[in-house]
């Protein structure tokens, strides 16, 4: 589920210095992870995609390519929430939308490649070097992403706040994302079965489609 950013409505009401404290540490908390998104992904997505190159496996450099778009859309978070921590009612900024749309784009062009791969890969009977760096950088994600999942959704849940609720609905479809990889890796490299990083990157895809497809309609919303 792509991030829905922007129908945002803090549910907090602050009937004191105490609880409007509270408001203002809870979105401190959920900058700092949008921040940590930002950063991980940078260094998933670039060890990502040099392993995937190396290996010669798809899935995994698909993976790393997703992490770059991953990161797009965590920037557009961490200015949502600078926005909101000045004026709750402030308007959606045109970089918010742009962000939106840009990773909208980036994923059906990421979809777009896997798929040219997945056909030259056939055609060539490509297989991998190996899908070992696969499995470490998978369960890598899931373990981070899961934590990261959690947190979010406490803070969103804590602030009432639907836009932090859909950016933790987005770090699960990345755990998603990392099974696929796991398990495309892992089969392979137990059985050498020929299509196994190419149904994985067919996985890829699906998630891709599904994402950039909700960064669009998420951008073309009526703002509130």
Not at 116 to 143: A, M, Q
Not at 162 to 181: G, P, R
Not at 201 to 210: C, E, M, N, P
């Amino acid at each position: 589920m792509r991030l829905n950013l922007y129908r945002t409505k803090p549910g907090l009401c602050c009937f004191g210095h105490n609880m409007e404290a509270t408001q203002q540490q809870l979105y401190k908390q959920a900058y700092r992870l949008s921040l940590f998104t930002i950063f991980y992904n940078i260094i998933e997505g670039v060890v990502s995609m040099i392993m995937g190159y190396q290996d010669e496996t798809l899935t995994l450099l698909g993976f790393g390519i997703d992490s770059f778009i991953e990161v797009m859309s965590a920037i557009g978070i961490a200015v949502m929430i600078l926005r909101i921590r000045k004026n709750p009612e402030s308007p959606v900024s045109t970089f918010e939308i742009k962000a939106l749309k840009i990773t909208g784009t980036a994923f059906y062009m990421l979809s777009a490649g896997l798929l040219f791969g997945i056909i030259l890969n056939l055609i060539n009977h490509h297989k991998p070097e190996t899908t070992f760096w696969g499995i470490i950088i998978s369960v890598i994600s899931i373990g981070v992403m899961a934590r990261l999942y959690s947190a979010k959704k406490h803070i969103g849940k804590q602030l009432n706040s639907q836009a932090i609720l859909s950016d933790a609905e987005c770090t699960k479809i990345c755990i998603y994302m990392s099974i696929v990889l796991l398990v495309s890796s892992v089969i392979y490299q137990l059985t050498g079965f020929a299509y196994a990083d190419l149904l994985g990157t067919a996985g890829l895809i699906w998630f891709s489609v599904s994402e950039g497809k909700e960064a669009f309609e998420n951008a073309g919303e009526d703002k509130e």
